[in-house]
């Protein structure tokens, strides 16, 4: 996928949420980044119809990745979480940085990741096990506890964190990257409706893997979604990746309190 194709990916997906019924926190519009007036061509893995504006839509969100089951109950998720906590942190804030800080993100991505990993759509040899038992009700229940808690944010390496701001807010034009706050938002909060997650506060351990991760190649799941990472982290060198990591570490959620609706 070429930059202007992931620039009108994020068009298209901007406009899905404008159109989207009183989406949470829009993201900046594509506007922020300057070739975006352009119309690209749409890349032909994505079809333009409304498949892209559904997903838009937080109920039908949670509707796709689990058909049968109710919105996640936060209590029952804490009951559920109880086998999460050892690595994941009782309130989602792991002990240590090579797992994912789970608190704050949002109740649609968790249940997502949880069933991809349980379907070995994402690969994890750990998660495959701990997921394995889950049901969908179980996925969303333990999806709607860790938003009630708030990630504690880390601290930036100040070497490298103005790289990492400027590839964050800007991206970068020359090596085919674009903002990530397009999509993550500018205080890292992301957006639960079109399914961009949380970033503010993640371990840069974690972030550095997943973006050496699809750097390399190695994706996860099959869908639009699942596409659009391996895509923005083309260009990206080994510097960039660790700056943007270390940013996004010491990132703070303006509000982490508004995220805990989903
Ligand atoms: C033994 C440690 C361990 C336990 C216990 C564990 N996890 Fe994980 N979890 C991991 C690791 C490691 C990863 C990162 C996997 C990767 O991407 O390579 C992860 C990733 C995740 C992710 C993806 C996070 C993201 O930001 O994309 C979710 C969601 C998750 N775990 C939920 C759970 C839930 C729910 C439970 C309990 C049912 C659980 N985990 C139990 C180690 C654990
Ligand atoms: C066009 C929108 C878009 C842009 C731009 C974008 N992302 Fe993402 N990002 C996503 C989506 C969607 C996902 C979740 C994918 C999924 O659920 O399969 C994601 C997931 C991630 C994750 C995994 C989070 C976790 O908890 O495991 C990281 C890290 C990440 N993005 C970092 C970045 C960085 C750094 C940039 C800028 C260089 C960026 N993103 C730009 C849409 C975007």
């Known amino acids: 996928m070429s930059f202007s194709h992931v620039i009108g990916f994020v068009a298209l997906l901007s406009a899905g949420l404008a159109q989207a019924a009183d989406p949470p926190a829009p993201p900046p519009p594509a ?22 504006e559904e997903t838009t839509n937080p109920a039908q969100t949670a509707a796709m990745a689990t058909p049968t089951a109710k919105p996640g109950d936060a209590t029952a998720g804490q009951t559920k979480s109880a086998t999460c906590a050892a690595c994941h942190g009782m309130d989602g804030n792991p002990a ?41 009700q179980d996925m969303n229940d333990i999806g709607a506890f860790f938003p009630t ?23 970068d034009k020359n090596a085919n990257v674009p903002a990530c706050m397009a999509c993550h938002g500018p205080d890292g909060r992301g ?46 060198s080994d510097a960039d990746i660790a700056a943007l990591a270390s940013y996004i570490e010491g990132l703070h959620a303006a509000d982490a309190g508004s995220t805990a609706a989903k």
């Open 191 to 236: 957006n639960p409706g079109a399914g961009y997650p949380q970033l503010a506060g993640q371990y840069a351990d974690y972030v550095t893997l997943k973006l050496k991760d699809w750097h390399d190649g190695k994706t996860w799941g099959d869908d639009d979604r699942a596409r659009i990472m391996p895509a923005v982290v083309m260009g990206l």
């Open 31 to 52: 506007r922020a980044i300057p070739e975006s007036a352009t119309q690209p061509p749409l890349p032909p893995s994505i079809p333009p119809n409304s498949r892209l």
């Open 96 to 136: 240590s940085s090579q797992y994912p800080k789970l608190a704050g993100q949002h109740e649609s991505y968790i249940a997502r990741q949880v069933e991809m990993f349980k379907s070995h759509k994402r690969d994890s040899a750990i998660m495959m096990g701990f997921s394995a038992t889950l049901s969908a």
């Open 149 to 171: 808690k708030v990630s504690l944010p880390g601290v930036a390496d100040a070497k490298i964190v103005a790289r990492g701001e400027a590839l964050y807010r800007g991206g």
